[in-house]
């Protein structure tokens, strides 16, 4: 096997997604991937970006191409806003941040954020946080009680009008308008496949075939190189 990664480091959204400080485990995992590719003597072509499949045509080809952020064009100022997997990976926010998304990403990032003293808050479109299904029980019960019991702010059925400095506004289920003072808006709207143009007959594997989780997508990648 051969990778081409475009970027400098093994690991794509893991990174991010195994960033706070209570995943421990997670980057075990993807130290241990690593050390794995050494130890198997694995090539790995780095800051190799593949725009097309046609130079390896006649191999078998695995794409891993991972997923793009969805953006809130249609919201004024969203340019205002921190990306959750930037926000993940080092760039800094204030002491009181929207969290603007209240699944899974978003509830973990907002947790983080109360462990570093920080106050969050939460705002989410559905009527309940951690909406999607596939998410642990025991880890979505307890976020939820957790920021009941610290009394994090959580607004539910609540969507994001515009991005302002220093406050966000927002529209309540009733159509109320909601000014919601904060110093830092993260992005957790969610992300979106990104596979290559020209796949083809390629097999697609992690978020470029389907955004999901750790267990989806290191079982999806099992079974495509199982099939070669």
């Given at each position: 096997p051969v990778i081409h990664e475009k970027k400098g480091e093994l690991g794509g959204t893991f990174i991010a997604a195994s960033a706070e400080s209570y995943k421990g485990k997670l980057r075990d995992l993807l130290t241990w991937y690593k050390k794995q590719m050494k130890d198997l003597d694995i090539e790995i072509h780095?800051?190799?970006?593949?725009?097309?499949?046609?130079?390896?045509?006649?191999?078998?080809?695995?794409?891993?191409?991972?997923?793009?952020?969805?953006?809130l064009k249609k919201v004024p100022g969203h340019e205002k806003m921190v990306?959750?997997?930037?926000?993940?990976?080092?760039?800094?926010?204030?002491?009181?941040?929207?969290?603007?998304?209240?699944?899974?990403?978003?509830?973990?990032?907002?947790?983080?954020?109360?462990?570093?003293?920080?106050?969050?808050?939460?705002?989410?479109?559905?009527?309940?946080?951690?909406?999607?299904t596939g998410v642990c029980l025991a880890n979505?019960?307890?976020?939820?009680?957790?920021?009941?019991?610290?009394?994090?702010?959580?607004?539910?059925?609540?969507?994001?009008?515009?991005?302002?400095?220093?406050?966000?506004?927002?529209?309540?289920?009733?159509?109320?308008?909601?000014?919601?003072?904060?110093?830092?808006?993260?992005?957790c709207a969610g992300y979106l496949p990104a596979p290559l143009p020209e796949a083809g007959k390629a097999r697609l594997v992690g978020d470029c075939r389907q955004v999901g989780n750790l267990r989806s997508v290191v079982w999806n990648a099992y079974e495509a190189a199982m099939k070669i």
């Open positions: 780095f800051n190799e970006e593949i725009r097309s499949l046609e130079p390896f045509a006649g191999s078998p080809v695995i794409v891993a191409t991972g997923s793009v952020a969805r953006v990306e959750a997997c930037e926000f993940l990976t080092g760039t800094p926010v204030g002491e009181k941040a929207a969290v603007v998304g209240g699944g899974l990403t978003g509830c973990e990032i907002a947790y983080e954020l109360a462990l570093q003293g920080k106050k969050p808050v939460i705002v989410e479109m559905k009527d309940d946080l951690i909406a999607q979505s019960s307890y976020l939820r009680e957790w920021f009941a019991w610290q009394k994090v702010p959580v607004y539910l059925e609540t969507t994001l009008k515009e991005v302002r400095d220093g406050s966000i506004l927002c529209t309540e289920k009733d159509g109320k308008e909601l000014e919601i003072p904060c110093d830092s808006v993260i992005s």
